[in-house]
């Protein structure tokens, strides 16, 4: 997928290049208001990371100039404003998703690849993974074409692992994207081992590989053995 | 004391003072001047008297009038004085004594000296004087209640610009951006306060948006360093090549950074709350909401094995679904964060209020769980859910309330204020 990441913060800028290279990703990038504006007028992408404050210029703009393009890619607009009137300001102009910095970039790869399957997959939201098949519009997940039930929580959870790919996972950043980041949670996260320890026995039952590990305590990845 | 009520007591004594004191020295003149005009009288009649006893060598009849009379009496011995007196007298007509006044002096007819005593009646005098009094006094009593009346109505009315203007003072909060409005007053010094008065509020007012805007500004310029922290850590993780303590001290950070990220988005949530920027008001089914929130919460429940019991009716509140949602998280996860293994939730739903009870260590609360960064000693929040729970209620109307009941926390929201 061919991704622009416009956002003004180098550090953080590498960092989310650095997440989301690989696997036949595409990331270009611009660091502020004029190159951004250039870039999406010129190419298309599957998803445009948007930063709202932007050197020499407004990000919801730039959301306008791609509305007047009539552009289909898909827009998360990544800000430190934690502004409803923001997010609503911009959902409203045709962004797909908002993320309030700070954020996980485990959760900014899930929202992204969501945002994309959706797009690219009207209707027909699949992802193949080896054995593993996840339908997500219709929450069916087979392996070697058996259906396995899984609770909403651990279907959740391995969509997440699945746009997460060879990734580690924190527990933080589990816990936050099943149970949202508004709950206020205890820093003890190790109730989230019980739903990965069912979700990895459902998969091994079904006759998965086993790709999930647990790392150093801190978080999980799933991928390739 | 009011300050009228201070200065209607100055007023109405000296009032009373000097009316009585007028009244004395109204009394005493008048009746001085009338016991003149007796004396005169009775000088008068001597005068006719001694003229009679001129002409005619003998002493006139002696005659008893209606408020005259004329007694003679042999002197033997010392002649008495020339002198006037009060006395008494008896009245024919009426048939009682009756005051009067006597003027004694002795008269000479052929070489004889005579004791005359005339006596002149003072009823009528002393009638002009009691209604003299009278008057006075009714004067007096229609002064003082005259002087009531304007204090109660006059200065009621002159003083109510002030009390208008301290009571907006005390409605006056610095998060709402309302004037302290002018109540129109031709009175200068009022005028003045109301004009000082809306010149500190402004101040105030300025001090405060700075301050906000300097917090606001603040937090967002410490967002985009915690953003790189945090995903600095992120990429840290992905290289894969850690011992165990190296992952452990890993963790440790990634705890501290999600604190400090959890902290600083909850006091901006505050500071939103309270300066009401979070507008999108619409019907909430509490209901509902509360059974999803039962879902959601459900592996946490299950985690501690507490048990949630709901007595839910349907109700519609008028509030930001965003705060809604934010008001029951932390309402929920105080009830599960301060809960024992084994132990129990309650929630009740009604029209008038919603009451979260959760058993849970006995401790004695301060009253000061609804202040910020308060929190018991063992409790791994912030110490903020419970402020922004009450400034929510507060943005809307409600009325939060907690008290502990037979080892049980037990949080209620009135909705009704």
Redesign the interface.
Known sequence: MKILVIEDEPALLESILAYFTGEGNICEHAADFASANEKISLYNYDCILLDLGLPGGEGLELLTKLKQLKKRDGVLIISARHSLDDKLAGLDLGADDYLVKPFHLSELKARVTAIIRRKNFDGNNVIVFNEITVDVSAMKVTVKGNLISLTKKEFDLLVYFLSNRNKVVTKNAMAEHLWGDEMDLSDDFDFIYTHVKNLRKKLLEAGAADYLRSVYGIGYKFGDI | MKLSNRYNRVNILTSIVVLIITGIIYYVVIHFILTEKLDRDLAVEENEINQYINTFHKLPLPASYLDQQIAYKNIKGITPEREFLYTTYYNPKEQENEPGRSLITVVHVNGKAIEVTITKSRVESEDLVRIILLITIGITLLLLLSLLLINRFVLNRLWRPFYSILNRMKAFEVTRMDNIENEPTKIDEFNELNKSVNAMAEKVRQDYKELKSFTDNAS?EM??P???????L??L??T?S?T?Q???L??DI??A???L??LH??L??LA?IENN??P?LQTIELKEMLEAKGR??Q??LE?DGLVLQENLTPVEIKM?R?LA??LL??LF?NAL?HNVTGGHIHITLNKEALTISNSGKTVNLQTKIFDRFSKSVES???GL?LAITKQICNLYGFRIDYQELDGNHVFTVYFGA
């Open positions: 967002h967002m985009t915690l953003a790189v922290i945090n995903s600095k992120d990429s993780l992905q894969e850690f165990a190296q992952g452990a890993l963790e990634y705890h950074t999600g604190r990220s959890r988005q909850s901006l949530l939103k920027l979070i999108d959601q919460f592996e946490l985690k930001s965003y949602d934010i998280n932390n996860s964060r791994e929040g912030m859910g």
